[in-house]
């Protein structure tokens, strides 16, 4: 749905963006993360059509940013980190004159405009004016414009900027239903919220493309492997004993328990071999494996979790390295952009 091949942005001598090469699947919702600078914003703006691309192409739903970009625009609902609303008039005023430029036809505007406040809770707010509306309403406001005319593709920046709490996680399942109907691009200074709402991320960093996939696998690349943390009841020698058994186990850090209460229990920490759909030496969950060797022991798990990174510990990792390393180095366990 979304398909940029190298491209490229240049403001006078400096290259905001460079031979970015990335797609995104019709209903996928990805998320766009990168520091202040790396140039989010303006590869948001030439998906969208509001800016050409200096090298390279943008196309969107099948159609070129640069042939025919009003065309473009009508297949894209975008929301700027701040929303262009105009203050003076009503919610309810304000989205029927969306309706109207974006093409909705007049027997179905009233209704349609009706839809997408319910949509995004503003509907309460339909008769206030816009620019008497707190930081949260106004951005919920820009999102219904966004969705005025449905279109396919919605691109977000800074979606939740203003929000309160309830409002963030109400936004946050709003946009996981939107998935599937449409496809979403999303950038977000709130990592937590990145990883809880999009199944795959793109980071970015001096304007290049430094990696892609889902939280999940970049967190297995980084680590080189998964990392679990067990607590079990029994004796030490017995606990190694199990573990040895199952494939791919390596780097077993056993440490006993803390108090009284805890002497005949161990807390574990291991690095397990895997791919990068987490499945071990013999093609099977690894807990699984786990549990098993530890059932045939007679060992029972107390607790048992995955020590993987956060996305935020990812994001780091990747952009630390890259600003170590030189813009044209390539991270650690990731694959080359535009893979």
Not at 97 to 105: H, N, Y
Not at 218 to 228: A, C, K, N, V, Y
Not at 312 to 338: I, K, R, S, Y
């Amino acid at each position: 749905m979304i398909e940029l091949v190298g491209v490229g942005k240049q403001f006078g001598r400096r290259w905001a963006v460079q031979d970015l090469t990335c797609s995104v699947e019709q209903g996928e919702v990805l998320g766009f993360l990168g520091p202040n600078g790396a140039g989010k914003t303006t590869t948001m703006r030439m998906v969208t059509g509001y800016m050409p691309p200096t090298t390279g192409s943008v196309r969107v739903a099948g159609i070129d940013a640069l042939d025919d970009p009003v065309r473009l625009k009508r297949r894209v609902g975008y929301l700027p980190e701040t929303p262009p609303i105009y203050g003076e008039m009503t919610v309810r005023g304000f989205l029927h004159f969306v309706a109207e430029m974006r093409g909705v036809p007049r027997h179905r505007r009233r209704r349609h405009v009706d839809h997408v406040m319910e949509q995004v809770g503003v509907a309460d707010v339909a008769g206030r004016l816009a620019g008497r509306l707190s930081r949260g309403y106004r951005q919920r406001v820009g999102l219904a414009a966004a969705l005025v005319g449905d279109p396919p593709v919605l691109v977000l920046d800074e979606p939740t900027s203003g929000m309160d709490p309830q409002q963030i996680v109400e936004m946050r399942r709003l946009i996981k239903d939107l998935a599937g109907r449409h496809t979403v691009l999303l950038s977000s200074h709130i990592l937590p919220e990145v990883a809880s709402t999009c199944q795959r991320v793109l980071i970015i960093n001096r304007g290049r493309l430094i990696a892609q996939d889902s939280p999940q696998k970049l967190s297995l690349r980084l680590r080189q492997g998964q990392r679990l943390r067990l607590e079990v009841r029994g004796e030490p020698a017995r606990v190694e004993a199990a573990l040895s058994e199952v494939p791919g186990v390596q780097d077993v850090h056993l440490a006993s328990g803390d108090g009284e209460w805890a002497r005949d229990r161990v807390r574990v920490e291991l690095q397990l071999a895997t791919d990068e759909s987490g499945a071990s030496g013999g093609g099977t969950d690894p807990r699984e494996a786990i549990f098993f060797a530890m059932a045939r022991h007679g060992l029972p798990i107390l607790e048992m979790r995955s020590m993987d990174l956060s996305l935020e510990e990812v994001f780091m990792q990747l952009v630390t390295h890259e600003n170590l390393a030189g813009p044209d180095a390539q991270a650690p366990g990731t694959a080359q952009p535009g893979r």
